[in-house]
């Protein structure tokens, strides 16, 4: 079993930047590929980053190319989400997920889910 936490959500301006962190617990933390996710009210969940075990691959939706950064440090048993530029529309709940499997950007692939950090966005 792994648990995931998400810190580091919070207010900001658009334009600005915030940094997520998800710290695990459990089985060896380099087993997962991670991936971040979001969710705003009234919308499905959506796939924003992912990243491979080792951190030598990663994959991110169009809608954050250039602005989101992923990353992640096995020492800490932690992985993060630098996001830069932000925008209204990055208002959402953010969750982390880890999969024994590969990197991947639908979330019926993952095996465990944080339960989200809130990300607001104003203009």
């Known amino acids: 079993q792994v648990q995931l936490v998400e810190s580091g959500g919070g207010l900001v301006q658009a334009g600005g930047s915030l940094r997520l962190s998800c710290a695990a617990s459990?089985?060896?933390?380099?087993?997962?590929?991670m991936g971040w996710f979001r969710q705003a009210p009234g919308k499905e969940r959506e796939f924003v980053a992912a990243?491979?075990?080792?951190?030598?691959?990663?994959y991110y939706a169009d809608s954050v190319k250039g602005r989101f950064t992923i990353s992640r440090d096995n020492a800490k048993n932690t992985v993060y989400l630098q996001m830069n530029s932000l925008k209204p529309e990055d208002t959402a709940a953010y969750s982390c997920?880890?999969?024994?499997?590969?990197?991947?950007?639908?979330?019926?692939?993952?095996?465990?889910w944080g339960q989200g950090t809130q990300v607001t966005v104003s203009s």
């Open positions: 990243i491979a075990r080792s951190g030598g691959s990663t």
């Open positions: 997920a880890a999969t024994t499997r590969y990197i991947s950007s639908r979330s019926y692939e993952y095996d465990y």
């Open positions: 459990g089985r060896t933390f380099s087993s997962y590929a």
